[in-house]
C-alpha cells in the first residue's frame, strides 16, 4: 500500500516536472523567434547609402547578439535601392521587410501603416536622420 502511494506520488511529480520543462523549452523558443529590436527606415533614391545602412545593423546585431527588425519604406524610389535591399535580405542576424507605398505626407494611409510598426522610425530622406543608425 506505502509503496503504491509511493509510485503514484513519483509519477505525479515527474508529470508536474515535465510539464514545467515543456514550457520552459516552448516559452524560449517563442522568444527566440521574435526580434530583439525593431526598426523602420523610410527611403527614397537611397542606393548610394542604403547597402551601408544596412551592413552598419548587420554588424550591429552581430556584435550585439540581438536579432534585429527592419521594415523598410520606400518613397518611390527610381535607382536601384529596392533592388540593393532585396540582395541584403539573406543576413541571418536580420529580418528584413519592404514596402513600397508612396509616402507623400498626406496620404493617410500610409502614415498610418508606417506608425503602426512600434519599431524605432529613421526617416532617411530627412538630413542626418542617418546618425540614429548604430555604427553609422
Known sequence: MVTTLLWITAIYMLAALLVHVFYRW?????????????YVLVTSNHERQIEWYLRAFDIFALLSGKRLRITVFDDQSVDQTLDIVER?????????SVYTQ?????????TTLLYSHMGTVIDLRIPHEAGRIPYV
Open 26 to 38: 516552448h516559452k524560449r523558443r517563442e522568444e527566440r523567434s521574435k526580434p530583439d529590436l525593431d
Open 88 to 96: 541584403m535580405d539573406h543576413s541571418a542576424s536580420m529580418e528584413l
Open 102 to 110: 508612396p509616402m507623400t505626407r498626406g496620404t493617410e494611409d500610409a
